[in-house]
Each structure stands twice: as C-alpha cells, then as structure tokens.
T-cell receptor, first 113, second 112 residues
C-alpha cells in the first residue's frame, strides 16, 4: 500500500484558507487520493477525492501535483467547525474489486479566532 | 438516510468475557470493514468483507473474528477480550466503484 505523510498539526485563522499538505510518493497509477476528516472521536467524514486532476466540491478543493507524489487539501474559508483531524488516504483497490483505506495519523487542524 | 449503525456505542467489559459489536448498513454496500483507533496510531484495519461469506484479515486481526452472513450486517466478535483491545472501533461500508466510504459513529470499548 502506498503510504502517506502529513504534518502532525497546523493552525489556521478563521476565515482564512487552510492548506493541508500530503506526501504520497509511492502512489500507483490506479490509486486515488482521498481526504477524510474526523471531528473529536466521531466516525471519519468524506471530504473529497481525486486521481490526477484538481477537484473542487462544496467543502474543499484538492490540488494534485503533476507527478502525483503529493497533494494539498484547501479549505477556502476555514471556520471553527473545521477544527478536526484530516486524513490523506490512498485508496488501494484489492484483488477482486474490494477497497481498502489505509489511514495515517493525519493532521490536527486547529482553527482559531 | 444512508447510514452505518454500530452498537453499542460504549462498552466496559472484563477480560475473557466474549462480546460482539454489531454493525449494520442500509445502503446495500458490498464492502464492509472494521477499524480500531488508538492514540498516535490512527485507524488500523482489523478485518474486511468483500461480500456475503467473503471475509479476510486486515492489518491487525489477532484476537478478533467477524462474520458476514447477510449483506447488511458485519459483526465484530471478541472471543476472549484482553486489555490491549481497549480501543475505539469503527465500522465502514463502501460500494464497489463508489467514491465515499461511510463510517459508523464508533464503539468505545474498555476491557478491564
């Protein structure tokens, strides 16, 4: 499985953009990059995913480098409710079509006034 | 509403007393899995199932069993719990080819 590396923690001022980096230098050509977040000890929540192209949805944007070895999750206007642990995950497709999500230790994002 | 339901949410038990944590999903997903979360270690996969009667070990399967007799249910069984299985457990489901995994709200287990 491709491993991911994220900084353990980041701070962001409310209203500013939060840019969360992720390194996945061993990613394979058919593996997607997913981002989830976990607020307190709740179940992880899906944010966004991508393969090669940059992606945007109502929650965030995902920027993937051309060589696919790293990516950045952007929360354009962070709020206090965005304080959470953010996980960058490489989605490994198992033999037979199954899915495996390999979680790292994530980045604790703290949004402050 | 699409959801994954785990029960119980909290459980305190004694060493050696068999227990089962249930997981049910209402989305007809084929793939289900169990994770445990410990401080500093993130989420680690225990077991997964790609369909009814098809299960396989994840990264930390020791001390756990699972079954998948029906598509919607994927219980986690601890035959003889030990204190090192004290953890926060999550069940997840995802459909083959889908983009989003759905997680349950977690079960906090304490084994004394």
């Amino acid at each position: 499985d491709a491993k991911t590396t994220q900084p353990p923690s980041m701070d962001c001022a409310e209203g500013r953009a939060a840019n969360l980096p992720c390194n996945h230098s061993t990613i394979s050509g058919n593996e997607y990059v997913y981002w989830y977040r976990q607020i307190h000890s709740q179940g992880p929540q899906y944010i966004i995913h991508g393969l090669k192209n940059n992606e945007t949805n109502e929650m965030a944007s995902l920027i993937i480098t051309e060589d696919r070895k790293s990516s950045t999750l952007i929360l354009p206007h962070a709020t206090l409710r965005d304080t959470a642990v953010y996980y960058c995950i490489v989605r490994h497709i198992l033999t037979g079509g199954g899915n495996k999500l390999t979680f790292g230790t994530g980045t604790q994002l703290k949004v402050e006034l | 509403e699409a959801q994954v339901t785990q029960n119980p949410r909290y459980l305190i038990t004694v060493t050696g007393k068999k227990l089962t944590v249930t997981c049910s999903q209402n989305m007809n997903h084929e793939y289900m899995s169990w994770y445990r979360q410990d401080p500093g270690l993130g989420l680690r996969q225990i077991y997964y199932s790609m369909n009814v009667e098809v299960t396989d070990k994840g990264d930390v399967p020791e001390g756990y069993k699972v079954s998948r007799k029906e598509k919607r249910n994927f219980p986690l069984i601890l035959e003889s719990p030990s204190p090192n299985q004290t953890s926060l457990y999550f069940c997840a489901s995802i459909n083959t080819g889908d983009t989003e995994a759905f997680f349950g709200q977690g079960t906090r287990l304490t084994v004394v």
